[in-house]
T-cell receptor, first 113, second 113 residues
Framework: NAGVTQTPKFQVLKTGQSMTLQCAQDMNHNSMYWYRQDPGMGLRLIYYSASEGTTDKGEVPNGYNVSRLNKREFSLRLESAAPSQTSVYFC????????????FGPGTRLTVT | AQSVTQLDSQVPVFEEAPVELRCNYSSSVSVYLFWYVQYPNQGLQLLLKYLSGSTLVKGINGFEAEFNKSQTSFHLRKPSVHISDTAEYFCAVSDPNDYKLSFGAGTTVTVRA
């Protein structure tokens, strides 16, 4: 039981390049989330997916797209990376019933130069 | 959506001393409350949670938190910290009508010998 896994762990991109961050969970959770973490700003929600086939914007969705490929997998895509997207990205999942406790992956550290 | 305020961004503390991390949230409606811990270069893991019942909640690694409904607070305490408690701590809140969590900005605890 691996919980929530994320790939890659580290990535360096040049401005304008694209990439996809992968996330998978094996807990049969309906809901999945993408956050970014920046110093002094805590966790900010980028996109979330309440269930397979649905996605919604969070607090900071600009410059990102997501795909809920199936119940297990939720990917985050940067189409044209910008230095402002340098951050640590976390994927999380939860049941869609109270208390909505979230389980987090280990994170992807992304640097855009 | 709930608003979560962690009143201290940085808390330096000596080994074996007590520590208290303060968390206040915006609404007095029924909520679920969580504390997560993030060790350096790792993802977030659940430290403890309050769902209902006793207002004093015990978690892992000797941490406990007290729910105070009238003050809308959920402060985290440990009577005697170790060097290994050096980490960032996040308070989070959900309510029965919204499965997404609202996170505080985090408190960095640095334990010194």
């Amino acid at each position: 039981n691996a919980g929530v896994t994320q790939t890659p762990k580290f990535q360096v991109l040049k401005t304008g390049q694209s990439m996809t961050l992968q996330c998978a969970q094996d807990m049969n959770h309906n809901s999945m989330y993408w956050y970014r973490q920046d110093p002094g700003m805590g966790l900010r929600l980028i996109y979330y997916s309440a269930s397979e086939g649905t996605t919604d914007k969070g607090e900071v969705p600009n410059g990102y797209n997501v795909s809920r490929l199936n119940k297990r997998e939720f990917s985050l895509r940067l189409e044209s990376a910008a230095p402002s997207q340098t951050s640590v990205y976390f994927c999380a999942s939860s049941k869609q019933e109270p208390p909505y406790e979230q389980y987090f992956g280990p994170g992807t550290r992304l640097t855009v130069t | 959506a709930q608003s979560v305020t962690q009143l201290d961004s940085q808390v330096p503390v000596f080994e074996e001393a007590p520590v208290e991390l303060r968390c206040n949230y915006s609404s007095s409606v029924s909520v679920y409350l969580f504390w997560y811990v993030q060790y350096p270069n790792q993802g977030l893991q659940l430290l403890l949670k309050y769902l209902s019942g006793s207002t004093l909640v015990k978690g892992i690694n000797g941490f406990e938190a007290e729910f105070n409904k009238s003050q809308t607070s959920f402060h985290l305490r440990k009577p005697s910290v170790h060097i290994s408690d050096t980490a960032e701590y996040f308070c989070a809140v959900s309510d029965p009508n919204d499965y997404k969590l609202s996170f505080g900005a985090g408190t960095t605890v640095t334990v010194r010998a």
